[in-house]
């Protein structure tokens, strides 16, 4: 049975060959004669009807667009006659405009809220034209991936960077090493090549298209290699690359690129269906332009009414700030990072190279990152205060190091590379500084009597780390308030990555990113840590062949009211839940660092989405991270499971007790790459306007998104309502 979509389609595409194309593209939309009896319009609400040559359209983005202290936009989704209705504007002076799957966008129509306004919808004259509004995920799934059965795969040592590249120079961070000579399965292969997809969409314009400006090349491959190489980032986007071999996979990617450019188009995107159409999305521009902004925070994870109707909060790593914006009165700021000793910031490491092996496409020769200090990850606590990982200091101090008599460092000694972390109060504007002994990588709070701040320690030997903050707050001792418990010894390459507080049992889950096929590991550190610290892995069930889901890592990790695990296996596009009340027995000794116990504990869902033609069994969208909204800050329920699709510009919410998938789309500005996101409660008996949650685009470079050069990061707000015309 064909959808409505692609009859509609094939109406188009029949009206453009009998008409000419430019019989069926509407000039622009029109507000309802003044003469047409009208029922009364809210002052702060635009409403009307969608219709193009087909009739009412259904499931279409209308998109109100304006600036105030930062460029500000509402979009909302029409209803199954076409109707839609935009809440809560502000007042000023709009542009309004539709956008839709089969559609190309139809001219912004100048309009101020109260008024109603029928806008016509322009329907697409060739399937190219539609496709051009598809989300990044449906054009990589054009991409020929391997199968299962090609593998064992034998991957060469990549060759010199080309000579046309200039002589290869490492930086801290970018250090090019040989690939394993052998990736065993589809799934290891899979991680490798989403590893690019960790700091930007692939998929999208930017990315599937060679510019024009970089001049002529004689092959596709050359022009691949040299598009991959530009700017600060090209010699990371280089070494991933090499992981599936320098010539096979330029060999995959000029593939792609030629079959795009005859002529080969995605599979066409359902449009929203069902609360789908409920949806009503608020995006500010944020930070600055070639932005990464790497995380944010709106709220306490315990308490989603602290800092109600506040600023929220982003952690701009490639700008040492912190991002703000105020969505009460539209606009943003930027907050420079102090730190401890300003002297010791010119010495500090820079993460990004500060030398390119090509230029940017988009900067030429200028580098836009100079990023010593790289605020990450972020949380906020009770008092609304911002907690954030940093590069606080430039030596770790002695007490860390072996010779000390700090029980924790005669248990496993930091000698160097420990982080920080810094809270910023918004009350008084000032920052606090606590220089950490391990290297940070994500952040936690806990709900016990010392209001304790767990972190994820990166790399051998893992484990976690903590801050006691009561503690610290009654004394400002940084040794005496920190303590970190390494991974058991017995676990093989026990490096942590996300990390979640259980509510229910006072225990500390982190995931593995270090080792195939992914694990979840849990660890307490007792009541005299370090000796007391206990550490269980688990693993999720796998076919070392690669048959079935479950072998790619997790990244994102978080835990519901009911102490069940949850994280995205990141390769192949499935949720994984895990139960430990299900293990029986629980693991003990050998038994619990193998990771094999208790595959009953498991339970997989696949995520909804396009799959690569080459393998449909294969989800071509990466789930970067994840969020489980607790206290049903959001609308959907208590314990609603939140994922990124960071490669189809949307959250996709999962709830749990109908087993049913929500997708929450940005349609503009397109490439909305989400890492962090957290939801809040404004108004606790406002309804669905005083509820929603929060994500960002943050990706790597923003210029890679629709708007180019100059744009931004974007904050996005999403808010259900009842139904699509709720005011």
């Known amino acids: 049975m064909l959808t409505t979509l692609v009859r509609r389609s094939i109406v188009v595409f029949l009206l453009a060959g009998l008409l000419g194309a430019s019989a069926i593209v509407r000039t ?57 209705l935009l809440p809560q504007l502000p007042s000023g002076n709009y542009k309004v405009w539709v956008r839709g799957y089969g559609l190309v966008d139809s001219e912004p129509v100048d309009a101020k809220p109260g008024t109603r306004l029928d806008l016509d919808a322009v329907l697409a004259p060739t399937p190219k034209a539609a496709a051009q509004y598809y989300p990044p995920a449906y054009w990589v799934a054009l991409l020929k991936i391997p199968t299962k059965s090609e593998f064992p795969m034998t991957v060469p040592a990549p060759p010199p960077l080309p000579s046309l590249l200039g002589p290869q120079k490492l930086t801290h961070g970018y250090v090019r090493t040989d690939p394993p000579s052998v990736i065993a399965n589809q799934a290891e292969w899979l991680y490798d090549l989403k590893g690019c997809w960790t700091c930007h969409s692939v998929g999208g314009k930017s990315t599937r298209e060679i510019p024009m400006g970089l001049g002529p090349f004689k092959t596709s491959t050359e022009a691949w290699e040299r598009s991959m190489s530009s700017s600060q980032a090209g010699r990371y986007m280089i070494q991933e690359m090499d992981k599936l071999g320098h010539e096979r996979a330029l060999a995959m990617y000029a593939d792609w690129g030629d079959r795009i450019e005859k002529g080969a188009l995605p599979p066409v995107p359902p449009r929203p269906q069902g609360v789908e159409r409920n949806v009503v999305v608020t995006v500010w ?54 730190l401890p000793d300003e002297s010791e910031r010119s010495k500090q490491i820079r993460f990004s190279p500060q030398t390119q092996l090509a230029p940017s496409v988009y900067f030429g020769d200028e580098l836009v ?12 606590d009770e008092k609304g205060r911002v907690w954030f990982n940093v590069e606080n200091q430039l030596h770790n101090a002695d007490y860390c190091k072996a010779g000390s008599k700090n ?46 701040l767990y972190f994820t320690v990166q790399g051998d030997p893992g484990g976690i780390g903590w801050l006691n903050v009561r503690q610290w707050e009654q004394t400002h001792n940084d040794e005496k308030s920190q303590g970190w418990c390494p991974a058991d010894h017995r676990v093989d390459k026990p490096g942590a990555y996300g990390i979640s507080y259980n509510p229910v049992d006072g225990s500390v889950w982190y995931s593995n990113i270090q080792k195939m096929p992914g694990r979840m590991v849990r660890m307490t550190k007792g009541s005299n840590p370090p000796a007391s610290c206990t550490t269980e892995v688990y693993e999720v069930p796998y076919d070392p062949k690669g048959n079935g889901p479950g072998g790619s890592h997790s990244r994102g990790i978080d835990i519901d009211t009911h102490g069940v695990v949850w994280t995205p296996l990141t390769g192949e596009g ?86 049913t998938w929500i997708r929450m789309t940005v349609p503009y500005p397109m490439g909305f790459f989400s890492r962090f996101l957290d939801a809040r409660v404004d108004d606790p008996k406002g309804g669905w306007k005083g509820r929603g949650a929060f994500a960002a685009n943050e990706m790597r470079g923003s210029q890679l998104t629709e708007g180019g050069r100059s744009m931004t990061s974007t904050l996005a707000h999403f808010q259900v309502r009842p139904d699509p015309l709720a005011k």
Request: aromatic fraction near 10%; proline fraction near 8%.
């Open 285 to 338: 521009d944020w930070s600055v332009r070639s932005a990464f902004l790497h995380a944010l925070i709106s709220t306490d994870k315990r308490n989603p009414t602290v800092n109600a109707n506040g600023p929220i909060f982003g952690a701009e790593w490639s700008g040492g700030a912190l991002a703000v914006v105020d969505p009460v009165e539209n606009t943003k700021a930027l907050i420079p990072i102090p």
């Open 407 to 452: 029980p924790f460092a005669v248990n496993s000694p930091r000698e160097d590379y420990g982080k920080g972390v810094d809270y910023y109060d918004q009350k008084t504007g000032k920052f606090g500084f606590v220089r950490l002994c391990f290297k940070a990588t994500r952040i936690a709070f806990s709900d016990d009597k010392d209001n304790t």
């Open 574 to 659: 499935v949720l994984a839940s895990f139960d430990r009340s299900k293990c029986k027995p629980i693991p003990t000794g050998d038994a619990a660092m193998t990771g094999k116990a208790c595959p009953e504990g498991w339970t997989l869902y696949p995520i909804p989405g396009p799959t690569f033609k080459s393998d449909p069994t294969v989800k071509s969208d990466y789930n970067y991270y994840m969020f489980i909204d607790r206290y049903n800050s959001l609308g959907l329920g208590n314990n609603a499971v939140v994922v990124d699709g960071a490669n189809s510009d949307s959250l996709i919410v999962f709830q749990q007790e109908t087993k």
């Open 28 to 84: 622009r939309a029109q507000p309802r004669s003044a003469a047409t009896p009208q029922a009364a319009v809210d002052p702060d609400v635009i409403t009307g009807v969608v219709t193009s040559f087909a009739g009412p359209e259904a499931g279409v983005w209308v998109i109100a667009e304006t600036t105030f202290g930062t460029k500000f936009r509402k979009i909302v989704i029409t209803d199954d006659k076409g109707r839609y």
């Open 369 to 380: 990152w100079d990023d010593p200090i790289n605020p990450g990850p972020i949380t906020m």
